[in-house]
């Protein structure tokens, strides 16, 4: 159990466009759900936490009206990147709390964008 | 904000042999986990410990929450070439978010 999916699993898109990225939490409700950045060879850094039916919460240095984060029912949550630039390109990965089990969080598989 | 220092950064072992590495923090975390990610994909949960000194396996692996809370380490006994990955610690703050290690990347030689 415990399945956390994302979509897509690689994106290129060109300069100044948006992208939007999917996480779903397969078999379980989310209540919560975070959105990280990993850079190569680098560790994961928490970019938003987002709270079902609420405003997301951004860390310290994310542009949130750069980075939309959507988290419109218990199962999915969406993270657009708008008019996206060349450093924004990097793995993006999701996880999810499960409403039941408190402390652990599952992750997705990731999502590489490549900005050209 | 808080970091954790995980060690060692990278580790070449050979096939069968134990492996250990270690997190220290100079915060307390109430809840320790230790994920494993593969190349081009997401960490996935080893384990997760929630008191501290508490000593949790879960097959090879073996993971204890340092009674101080501060410091968490995992051992993995008999490695094999599919424990090859990136290991990162995590510490949860209040609500629930996670501080990860930098990772021990793990490789096995056969």
């Known amino acids: 159990g415990a399945v956390v999916s994302q979509h897509p699993s690689w994106v290129i898109c060109k300069s100044g466009t948006s992208v939007k990225i999917e996480c779903r939490s397969l078999d379980f409700q989310a209540t919560t759900m975070f959105w990280y950045r990993q850079f190569p060879k680098q560790s994961l850094m928490l970019m938003a936490t987002?709270?079902?039916?609420?405003?997301?919460?951004?860390e310290q240095g994310v542009e949130k009206d750069k980075f939309l984060i959507n988290h419109a029912s218990l199962t999915l949550s969406t993270l657009t990147v708008t008019s996206a630039h060349p450093e924004d390109s990097s793995f993006y990965i999701c996880?999810?709390?499960?409403?039941?089990?408190?402390?652990?969080?599952?992750f997705g598989p990731g999502t590489r964008l490549t900005v050209t | 904000g808080q970091q954790l220092n995980q060690s060692p950064q990278s580790m070449f072992i050979q096939e069968g042999e134990d492996v250990s590495m270690n997190c220290t923090s100079s915060?307390?975390?109430?809840?320790w986990l230790w994920y494993k990610q593969d190349p081009g994909e997401g960490p996935v949960l080893l384990i997760a410990l929630y008191k501290a000194g508490e000593l949790t396996s879960n097959g090879r692996l073996t993971a204890q929450f340092g009674i101080t809370r501060k410091d968490s380490f995992l051992n993995i006994s008999a490695s094999i070439p599919s424990d090859v990955g990136i290991y990162f610690c995590a510490g949860q703050l209040r609500g629930n978010k996670l501080v990860f290690g930098a990772g021990t990347i793990l490789r096995v030689k056969s």
């Open positions: 915060s307390i975390f109430n809840t």
């Open positions: 987002s709270n079902e039916g609420s405003k997301a919460t951004y």
């Open positions: 996880s999810a709390r499960s409403a039941g089990r408190s402390y652990e969080q599952y």
